[in-house]
């Protein structure tokens, strides 16, 4: 149980264009989803915080017009990156927690964006 | 602020050489502590939970423990396939978010 997946694994741009990443939770309904980045040798950076049905809760310092997100549905949020840049280029996580804010989060498996 | 320090950063064990990792943490109020694994290029995967003091929880070859100002991941007679970093994090009524240690990455060598 608790299980996450992330579409895509791994994607590949050009800097200017957009890019959707995609966060499930495949068997449990997540009324919070969170976002991360981790770059590499370092631990994971929260980006955002989104409940179901609500505006996210950005991290100071997160451009909140260049990460959009949107939690939809119980079981779906979405990142997209807007006009990415090189510097965009990271690894990507989500996690999803069942309910409240104290219990575990269970995270994806990560996408690696690549802006050229 | 809450702020979780994870020792040592990097450890290299022979197969059966137990040992522990350390997460030290200081925060306000403490709601949760979590331990995951995470192997290169993947997201963390979940193995424990601890909410108070003195708590332990055992999943195979792990054990972690938990006290008002640390905890530990026990490691016993690890193997190779355990090599990972291993990652400790806090979640408190004030900041209501996790905070990550760096994380000590695990090496076992056959």
């Known amino acids: 149980g608790a299980v996450v997946s992330q579409h895509p694994s791994w994607v590949i741009c050009k800097s200017g264009t957009s890019v959707k990443i995609e966060c499930r939770s495949l068997?449990?309904?997540?009324?919070?989803m969170f976002w991360y980045r981790q770059f590499p040798k370092q631990s994971l950076m929260l980006m955002a915080t989104?409940?179901?049905?609500?505006?996210?809760?950005?991290e100071q310092g997160v451009e909140k017009d260049k990460f959009l997100i949107n939690h939809a549905s119980l079981t779906l949020s979405t990142l997209t990156v807007t006009s990415a840049h090189p510097e965009d280029s990271s690894f990507y996580i989500c996690?999803?927690?069942?309910?409240?804010?104290?219990?575990?989060?269970?995270f994806g498996p990560g996408t690696r964006l690549t802006v050229l | 602020e809450d702020q979780v320090t994870q020792s040592p950063e990097a450890l290299r064990l022979q197969e059966g050489e137990s040992s522990s990792l350390n997460c030290s943490y200081t925060?306000?109020?403490?709601?949760?502590l979590f331990w995951y694994r995470q192997d290169p290029g993947k997201g963390p995967e979940f193995l424990f939970t601890?909410?108070?003091a003195g708590e332990e929880k055992e999943k195979e070859r792990l054990k972690a423990t938990l006290t008002k100002k640390e905890s530990f991941l026990h490691i016993t007679a690890p193997k190779p396939e355990d090599s990972a970093t291993y990652l400790c994090?806090?979640?408190?009524?004030?900041?209501?978010?996790?905070?990550f240690g760096s994380g000590t990455q695990l090496t076992v060598l056959p």
């Open positions: 601890l909410y108070s």
């Open positions: 996690s999803a927690a069942n309910s409240g804010s104290t219990d575990t989060q269970y």
């Open positions: 925060v306000s109020g403490l709601r949760g």
């Open positions: 068997d449990f309904q997540a009324t919070t």
């Open positions: 994090a806090v979640f408190s009524g004030s900041a209501r978010q996790l905070t």
């Open positions: 989104s409940n179901e049905g609500s505006k996210a809760t950005y």
